[in-house]
């Protein structure tokens, strides 16, 4: 299996995402979706990677006379050069073997994370050896810039969520969202940062671009000191996600294939948090019930008994803003998207009581509907801090400032997607870094005080007030934007139905 090393066509990140790209098609032409494609390339390029790796400390250590560095040992019959000895069926039968062997492992390192649950989906030999000889070898992956491979990975990432066939972007996080997410938010170099449901990994790496650009050129050192594995990581529930999720940090230059990994695998809302942080970013997955609840630790109708959790529920947001409330560092800060149905269901008022009485909730996203692949969902961010000491009598939330980036907005993730200008007066409106106290009204943007909002019925927090930027002649809803909106209003009685059929069954 011979190749001419090709140094060109992996310089740029365009030129890499349309190398990898075109290898996808012909994957997808045999049956894969797109997230198979970056799953089944993710494990040829890891074990690239790691014999890459492994040749560039033993040089090092001859030409310098040290003792050889710390490195991943791949098991013999799993190497990389293993492989490329091999042709026809016994190239596809090794790799399949030695997918079930590096699967066997507990995952602990990033490397064993990535291959956690991983089995080959490419029974085509002929295929397989293409896809080795002519676009992994020829290039020596570990010498590309984290900006260049990190970003052709996430834009494939991205492209395999926007697969239907795969189901598996209804609720991808628009990157312009979480772009605007992190800039308001203004991850600092002492700050620790989470995501429990971290699905790729975008809020974290987002987060780690942003202390990247902001760090003083004079404070290198220093930036390099701080941003170490331990002070950003995120869990993940399915072992597939995660193994993606551990690779998208590593290309990005978080963490190290034979360091601890940066994804946890499990249900983050299993059991209490082991750590906290002071800064939490996530986008938690939408439904009812967790997909695979933690055997020893819901009860028999599906809520989780946590003493930290202030109500015992099956809904997962809830659940998941509870978490998030436990996982945050006092001082710490959070921005958490989440469905409408949080903030009006009847029986999660002692959640949203505890929110506004032991938080600052001090700002609310309104998002449009449009943004997700998922038709018709209502969702917000909402922007809450933590104090180091206890709150004294009375709320610690004084206004809740609400955004509303929904009225008269039409968004398809196909057509017409969410681009960072739409979220530009939010950013601005939010004033990042400046005190509060200096923001202004403006037509989409407004202050309700707590006392206010402790009058609503069942303290009620969907917020809106009368005004219409449908009402210009340019930005009238079009037929499909009017479904949209009559499906999630529909959604949303539904969900006042359960939760009201609900209290009626426990009380």
Same mark, same amino acid.
């Given at each position: 299996m011979t190749s001419t090393p090709d140094a060109h066509w992996g310089s740029t990140t365009e030129e890499l995402t349309n190398r990898l790209w075109e %290898?996808?098609? =012909? $994957?997808?032409?045999?049956?894969?979706?797109?997230?198979?494609? #970056?799953? /089944?390339?993710?494990?040829?390029?890891?074990?690239?990677?790691a014999d890459e790796q492994s040749r560039q400390l033993e040089r090092r250590a001859l030409a310098f006379g040290e003792p050889e560095a710390a490195h991943l040992v791949v098991p013999p019959e799993c190497e990389w050069e293993s492989l490329t000895r091999l042709r026809g069926k016994a190239l596809r039968d090794g790799h399949r073997q030695a997918l079930a062997h590096l699967s066997a492992q507990d995952p602990g390192t990033t490397f064993e994370t990535v291959f956690a649950d991983a089995k080959s989906r490419i029974h085509d030999a002929g295929l397989l050896e293409k896809l080795i000889a002519d676009l992994i070898r020829p290039v020596e992956w570990t010498s590309l810039q984290p900006d260049?491979?990190?970003?052709? %990975?996430?834009? =494939? $990432?991205?492209?395999?969520?926007?697969?239907?066939?795969?189901? #598996?972007? /209804?609720?991808?996080?628009?990157?312009?969202?979480?772009?605007a997410i992190v800039t308001v938010t203004q991850p600092q170099l002492a700050d620790t940062v989470t995501d429990p449901a971290c699905g790729t990994g975008g809020f974290l790496i987002a987060a780690h671009q942003y202390l990247l650009r902001h760090v003083p050129e004079g404070q290198y050192d220093r930036?390099?000191?701080?941003?170490?594995p331990g002070r950003i990581w995120g869990q993940e529930l399915v072992p597939r996600t995660a193994g993606l999720a551990a690779m998208n940090l590593l290309l990005h230059g978080l963490g190290s294939t034979h360091g601890p990994s940066l994804v946890t695998v499990g249900d983050a809302l299993a059991e209490p948090p082991s750590r906290r942080a002071s800064l939490v970013l996530s986008h938690p997955p939408f439904g009812t019930m967790q997909a695979l609840p933690h055997a020893s630790t819901p009860l028999a109708d599906g809520r989780?008994?946590?003493?930290?959790?202030?109500?015992?529920?099956?809904?997962?947001?809830?659940?998941?803003?509870?978490?998030?409330?436990?996982?945050?560092?006092a001082p710490g800060r959070g921005a958490v998207i989440l469905p409408d149905n949080v903030l009006f269901e009847p029986n999660a008022e002692p959640v949203r009581h505890h929110?506004?009485?032991?938080?600052?909730?001090?700002?609310?996203?309104?998002?449009?509907?449009?943004?997700?692949?998922?038709?018709?969902?209502?969702?917000?961010?909402?922007?809450?801090?933590?104090?180091?000491?206890?709150?004294?009598?009375?709320?610690?939330?004084?206004?809740?400032?609400?955004?509303?980036?929904?009225?008269?907005?039409?968004?398809?993730?196909?057509?017409?997607?969410l681009q960072r200008t739409h979220l530009d007066d939010f950013v601005q409106a939010y004033l990042p870094g400046r005190p509060r106290t200096e923001r202004r009204d403006t037509e989409r943007f407004r202050a309700f005080g707590v006392d206010e909002l402790l009058q609503r019925d069942h303290l009620n927090l969907?917020?809106?007030?009368?005004?219409?930027?449908?009402?210009?002649?340019?930005?009238?809803?079009?037929?499909?934007?009017?479904?949209?909106?009559?499906?999630a209003d529909l959604q949303a009685a539904l969900s006042e139905f359960e939760a009201l059929a609900s209290a009626v069954r426990k009380g």
């Open positions: %290898y996808c098609g =012909l $994957l997808r032409d045999r049956g894969l979706t797109t997230i198979e494609y #970056a799953e /089944q390339l993710t494990y040829l390029l890891l074990l690239k990677m260049v491979l990190g970003s052709a %990975y996430e834009l =494939l $990432l991205e492209k395999g969520t926007n697969d239907v066939r795969s189901g #598996a972007g /209804q609720f991808f996080t628009p990157r312009p969202l979480v772009d930036r390099r000191h701080d941003l170490d989780y008994r946590r003493a930290d959790f202030r109500f015992p529920t099956a809904n997962k947001q809830i659940n998941f803003l509870q978490h998030i409330m436990s996982v945050m560092d929110l506004l009485h032991e938080f600052d909730f001090h700002t609310l996203l309104r998002l449009p509907t449009g943004i997700f692949f998922a038709g018709g969902v209502k969702a917000n961010v909402l922007f809450f801090e933590k104090a180091r000491q206890p709150a004294a009598a009375g709320p610690r939330t004084s206004q809740l400032w609400v955004y509303d980036l929904r009225s008269g907005s039409q968004f398809s993730p196909g057509r017409k997607p969907d917020l809106w007030w009368d005004h219409d930027p449908r009402e210009d002649p340019g930005s009238l809803l079009t037929p499909e934007q009017i479904a949209q909106d009559i499906v």
